[in-house]
Nanobody, 132 residues
Framework: QVHLVGSGGGSVQAGGSLSLSCAIS????????FGWFRQAPGKGREAVAA?????????SYVDSVKGRFTISRDNAKNMLTLQMNRLKPEDSGMYYC????????????????????????WGQGTQVTVSS
């Protein structure tokens, strides 16, 4: 199993920056991909960014955050980070870090286009609020 603990977030005005962190522990050999998802009030959860970590690393972002958000992973610290710049009010929501599970195999993720298993492991959410 993989255990994830998210942190960071907060409130910021539009145009500002925030950084989210996710501490990773457990058996990460079970996972190809680590990512961030978000959920705004009254809306479904949506993909934000992900990193494929086996072999040559690859990253993917949904169009709405490309050029503004950066996902990274520090293996030495077992930390996944999402740096968010030029934030917009529509970026507000609860942000969750996640890891996939290869137990049932992997396929190309519809949002990320990375070969990931089902995102099974989730950290607790951290709130991001961007005011206009």
């Amino acid at each position: 199993q993989v255990h994830l603990v998210g942190s960071g977030g907060g409130s910021v005005q539009a145009g500002g920056s925030l950084s989210l962190s996710c501490a990773i522990s457990g058996n990460t050999d079970e996972s190809n991909c680590f990512g961030w998802f978000r959920q705004a009030p009254g809306k479904g959860r949506e993909a934000v960014a992900a990193m494929y970590t086996q072999g040559v690393r690859d990253v993917s972002y949904v169009d709405s955050v490309k050029g503004r958000f950066t996902i990274s992973r520090d293996n030495a610290k077992n930390m996944l980070t999402l740096q968010m710049n030029r934030l917009k009010p529509e970026d507000s929501g609860m942000y969750y870090c996640a890891a996939d599970d290869l137990a049932d195999g992997a396929s190309y993720h519809a949002s990320f286009g990375l070969r990931c298993g089902r995102f099974t492991y989730w950290g607790q959410g951290t709130q991001v609020t961007v005011s206009s």
